[in-house]
C-alpha cells in the first residue's frame, strides 16, 4: 500500500541521548516534511526538503537536523535530545506544490524524552 | 512568514446541528487553503480545501467558505454525527520560495448524540 512510513511509532529516551526518526515514502513525491505536534500548539514545521538533496528550517528547526540522500528517505535527528523535544512528530510529504495535489502524513512518531 | 490563526480551540454541538471553525491568514499570497481532520491517536487526513480562485466549495456536509479580501476562511460542517468528533487544523501556503503549509492551533470538536 503507498503511503508514509515511520519509525519507531513510540520511543522514550534519555535526556541527552542521540535520536534518529526515520521516515520512508512510496509515492515518488518530491517534497517532504517534519512537524511536530503540541496540545494548543498545532502542527508546526520543523524541517523540510522540495528535492533529493536539498533540505531547508522550518518554524522550529533547532536542536533538529535532517539529510535527504534520495527521493524516498527523509531522517529527523535529535543530536542531544531535551525533554522540551517531547512530541509527536509527523512526517509528511506532497507533490512539487499544492497546485498539483494534498500534504500527506505519516502515522506518527511518540517521542518522550525524561 | 505566515501566521494562521483558528478559532475557536474547543466546540461542543448536539448531533444535529451546524458547526463553523474559523481561521485567519496574514499573507496575501497565500494560495490554498486545506483543512485536515485528526480523529485520537490518528494522522491528520485532508477533508476538504480550497484554492484562491474561488469563494466556496462543498463535499456534501462539508463546506468551506474564504474571503480573500478579508484573509479568512471557514469550515461549515452541517447534520453533525458523533463521528465528526475529531481536532480539525486548518492551513496556508507560505510562498516564500518553497511553498510550505502553515498550519493553525487545531480546534476540538465534539458532537454529542
Known amino acids: 500500500i503507498a503511503g508514509i512510513t515511520q519509525a519507531p511509532t513510540s520511543q522514550i529516551l534519555a535526556a541527552g541521548r542521540r535520536m534518529t526518526l526515520r521516515c520512508t515514502q512510496d509515492m515518488r513525491h518530491n517534497a517532504m516534511y517534519w512537524y511536530r505536534q503540541d496540545l494548543g500548539l498545532g502542527l508546526r514545521l520543523i524541517h523540510y526538503s522540495n528535492t533529493a538533496g536539498t533540505t531547508g528550517k522550518g518554524e522550529v528547526p533547532d536542536g533538529y537536523s535532517v539529510s535527504r540522500a534520495n527521493t524516498d528517505d527523509f531522517p529527523l535527528t535529535l543530536a542531544s535530545a531535551v525533554p522540551s523535544q517531547t512530541s509527536v512528530y509527523f512526517c509528511a510529504s506532497s507533490a512539487q506544490d499544492f497546485n498539483t495535489g494534498e500534504l500527506f502524513f505519516g502515522e506518527g512518531s511518540r517521542l518522550t524524552v525524561l | 512568514g505566515e501566521n494562521v490563526e483558528q478559532h475557536p480551540s474547543t466546540l461542543s454541538v448536539q448531533e444535529g446541528d451546524s458547526a463553523v471553525i474559523k481561521c485567519t491568514y496574514s499573507d496575501s499570497a497565500s494560495n490554498y487553503f486545506p483543512w485536515y481532520k485528526q480523529e485520537l491517536g490518528k494522522r491528520p487526513q485532508l477533508i476538504i480545501d480550497?484554492?484562491?480562485?474561488?469563494g466556496e466549495k462543498k463535499d456534501q456536509r462539508i463546506a468551506v467558505t474564504l474571503n480573500k479580501t478579508a484573509k479568512h476562511f471557514s469550515l461549515h460542517i452541517t447534520e453533525t454525527q458523533p463521528e465528526d468528533s475529531a481536532v480539525y487544523f486548518c492551513?496556508?501556503?507560505?510562498?516564500?520560495?518553497?511553498?510550505?503549509?502553515?498550519f493553525g492551533t487545531g480546534t476540538r470538536l465534539l458532537v454529542s448524540p
Open positions: 492551513a496556508a501556503t507560505l510562498n516564500t520560495g518553497f511553498q510550505k503549509l502553515v
Open positions: 480550497i484554492r484562491s480562485n474561488v
